[in-house]
């Protein structure tokens, strides 16, 4: 008798594919989004996420773009980076270039397996 495994399909990955994709996309514009328009007031950090993730057609959910900048940010308060004194755009900018990198650098780790034990032992 076998151990039970997970069978991952081309779809499966195809799917989380898309989503890290899109969810790059939303990040990568937020960047983008940042560097031409951010105020700490007017048009602050969320205000930047949102725009971007609504100009991409929220095509990932707006908590994942949410958790994957927090993330990179000690603490992962968002008003607290955005509202310290002399920060710039480029700060801005800068943490969303992090966590497109720390989403792209989670791609690259990513095993590819298409069968996973789930007691980790194997045939018998």
């Known amino acids: 008798m076998s151990a039970p495994t997970v069978q991952r399909t081309d779809e499966d990955d195809e ?16 960047s983008i989004i940042a560097t031409h328009f951010w105020e700490s ?3 602050d950090i969320y205000e930047c996420m949102k725009r971007s993730w609504s100009v991409r057609g929220r ?4 908590a994942s773009v949410l958790r994957a900048t927090r993330q990179v940010l000690p603490g992962g ?3 607290a980076y955005n509202d310290a004194p002399g920060r710039t755009a480029a700060d801005i900018s800068a943490v969303f270039g992090k966590a497109t990198a720390r989403v792209l650098g989670g791609l690259q780790q990513r095993p ?7 007691t980790g032992g194997g045939a018998r």
Not at 112 to 118: G, T
Request: hydrophobic content about 45%; cysteine-free.
């Open 15 to 30: 799917t989380t594919e898309q989503y890290h994709s899109d969810l790059v996309e939303v990040l990568a514009g937020a």
């Open 41 to 43: 007031e007017a048009f």
């Open 59 to 62: 095509s990932v959910a707006m």
């Open 77 to 79: 308060d968002l008003y």
């Open 112 to 118: 590819h397996a298409r069968s996973v034990s789930l």
